[in-house]
Each structure stands twice: as C-alpha cells, then as structure tokens.
C-alpha cells in the first residue's frame, strides 16, 4: 500500500496525508480510511436543492397566480416575511451542514493495528468502536441491491471476538477490494506478531 | 379585540395580535437556529480533535460562518424594530 491520497473528501482513502487520529497510537500508521460511498449524498442533496427552490416558487409570478398566498401573506410585515425567508435558508443551510458533517466524520479507520469506527448521528450522539487486529475472528463484504450494484459500495463487517463491540461500516466504496485490503493488513499483522514471539 | 387580561385602556386589534406572532416566530426560530448552531461549532471541534484532516479548518470556518450569519439576522431584525 504505496499510493497515498491526498484528497481529503475522497470516500476511500488508502495510507492518507496528512491524517491523524486522536486516539493513534507512536507507530501507528492510517492504512485505509473509508466513508460511505459519494452518490449516498445525492438525497440529501436533492432535498436541500428542493427546499431553495420553494421561496423562489412562492414569491414568483406563479406563485402569486395559482398557490393562492397572496391574501395570506399581505397580514404579514415585510420585515418579517424576509426574516422568515432568511431563516428558512439558515435551516437548509444547517440540514446541508449536519448531512455533510455525518458523512464526513462516520468513517471507518484500518490503521496497522487496529480497527476505529467513528460514528457521528444528529443532533448530540458520537460513538467511537475499536478493535485491536488481534481480536479480529471474520472480515465479510456485503453487496445487495440495485443501487449497490450500480455504483459498487456495500457493506463491510468485521466480527470480533466475545462480547467486543462488531465493526461495521454500510455502503462503503468498491467493498471487495477493501475487504482484501483489510484481510491482507490483519494477516500481515498476524505473520508478524507470530514472527516476534518465535 | 377585547381581551379581559389587558389593563383598562389598552386594546388589541388584529394587526397587533399578528405583529406579536411575527415577533414570537422569528426570534424564536432564531434561537433554535442559534442553539444549533453553537452545538455544530462544538461539534466539529471535537469531530476534528478526533480525525484531524486536511478540511479540519474548512468544517471549523463553515460552522462560525453559519453562527454569524444567524447573529447578523438576528441584530438585523432586532436594529429594524428598534430604529
């Protein structure tokens, strides 16, 4: 794993620059840094376009012909029409915001040790998993359905041992290749350690 | 409108009831928007704590930018009532 990337919204980064983690350890190196898959943005995204559009419906020659708001809103002050305008941009601009932010920092981390699922829900909630390589019993893919097959992401787990929490991250970007990645890491981690105990 | 609560003198007329729910709207809406943004400036100082990335300052320069813009239209809409 030679090829470093450096682009920080890629939604699969193999050893990526210029990343570090607070909970890395000396020594440590970030081999893969995985995301869900891009196109998962594309609902959201559409959403959020939707709901920009509507002001400009409402306010428009159209609006004021057929949705039949004219009377209603002629009870309102002009101050607090624009007011209430701006603070519907706000409000997109705050769902745009805390989409990005989820898909940006739910990431599954493979350093040379270990695995780090970071997972960031709306509005307060963050949780962080680790396991350590040599707690690892099964790495699977997972890959179902129209959409996955389309754009190749699926889902990526990694079952642990005993009552250690399970790894797992949902369409993921190009899941068998990761998936051999990560085997290739914890067998490399596996042949290692057996060769410092001999 | 007569409004048995209101002292002898004073009335309230449909514009008034209206102005008051303008006010209690936006300012109220501004406040949930300022409460959220204060918690996504947090929140993205500790999500880039954690995972410290290249875009660390380009998340922590959008959250301050969204607060501001909701302080901005706050004070806006605050200077216009008071001027």
Known sequence: MTEHSANPLTSLAIAPEKTSMEVQEKGETIEILIRRHRVTNVPWIAGAVIAAIVPLVVFSDFGHAYLGLTDILDLFSDTAILATVAIW???????????????FFNVLIVTNERFVDLDVRWPFYRFVAEAHFSQVQDVSFRQGGFAANIFDFGG???????????????????????????TDLVQDFHR???TKHH | MNIPILPQGFSLDMADVIRILEHVFVVGFLLILLLFAVQKVQQVRLLNRFLNTTFAP????T??????????????YALVYIL
Do not use: C
């Not at chain 1, 706000?90 to 932010?101: D, G, K, N, P, S």
């Not at chain 1, 990694?158 to 993921?172: M, P, S």
């Open chain 1, 156 to 182: 990526i787990f990694v079952q642990t041992a005993g009552r250690e929490q399970n790894i797992e991250l949902t369409k993921a970007p190009n899941p068998a290749m990761v998936h051999d990645k990560i």
């Open chain 1, 89 to 103: 941009y706000l409000f997109i601009a705050f769902f745009a915001l805390q989409h990005a932010l989820e898909w």
């Open chain 2, 58 to 61: 380009v998340w922590a320069i």
């Open chain 1, 192 to 194: 290692k350690s057996r």
């Open chain 2, 63 to 76: 959250t301050w930018v969204f607060l501001l813009a909701i302080i901005m239209l706050g004070v806006w």
